[in-house]
Every structure is written in C-alpha cells, then in structure tokens.
C-alpha cells in the first residue's frame, strides 16, 4: 500500500475542497440576487448586513420613511452613520429593487 510521508497532505486537499466549494456556494448566492433591498428591508434585515449595528438599521429605515424610497444604492450614504467606508462594504450586497420605467 502507498504511504505517504506527508500525513498533512490529505488535510491540506481537504480544506481546498472545501474552499473550491463554498466559492461555489457564495458565486451561486451573488448570480442568484440574494441582495438586501434597502427600500423593503426591515431592520432586522439591514442588521445582517457588515457593520449595520442596530441604531444605523433603524436609521436607514426611519430616512427611507420620511423621504421615500432610496433611487440608486449611494443614496444610503445620505443616511447617519453610513459613509464611504461602510458603503464600499456593503455596496455588493443591497439593491434598491427593480426600477423599471424610472428615468
């Protein structure tokens, strides 16, 4: 039988599997529009977004209250709290949904 002197070896192709896989996983997700909707969401939902705490979730919902829905995603950086930094965070994971027919 073949013995390899590198018993770390079946280790590392596992955890590369596992890598090649949840890729797969997170590629599949992204294709498939799993995206937040900052117009519908709610604030629990705005919470599983990275570093939307609480306080800012509410905030985004109280804005998109008192001034409508939000046109284009920057828009969300009109909202306390949410500048540049967290904005590029979050910016591949929400949509303002379909605008079809807006001009």
Known sequence: MFKSNKPGLSLI????????????TFARADQAGDKVNINTAGAAE?????RIGPKVAER???????????????????????????FAGI?????????????
């Open 46 to 50: 705005l919470e599983k977004l990275p």
């Open 91 to 103: 910016k591949d994971l929400i949509t303002v949904g379909s605008q079809s027919g807006a001009k």
């Open 60 to 86: 985004i919902v109280e804005f998109r209250t008192q001034n409508g829905n939000f046109k284009k995603i920057e828009d969300i950086m009109k909202v306390q709290g949410i500048g540049e930094k967290v």
């Open 13 to 24: 192709l596992a955890v590369a599997v596992l890598f090649v896989s949840l890729g797969f």
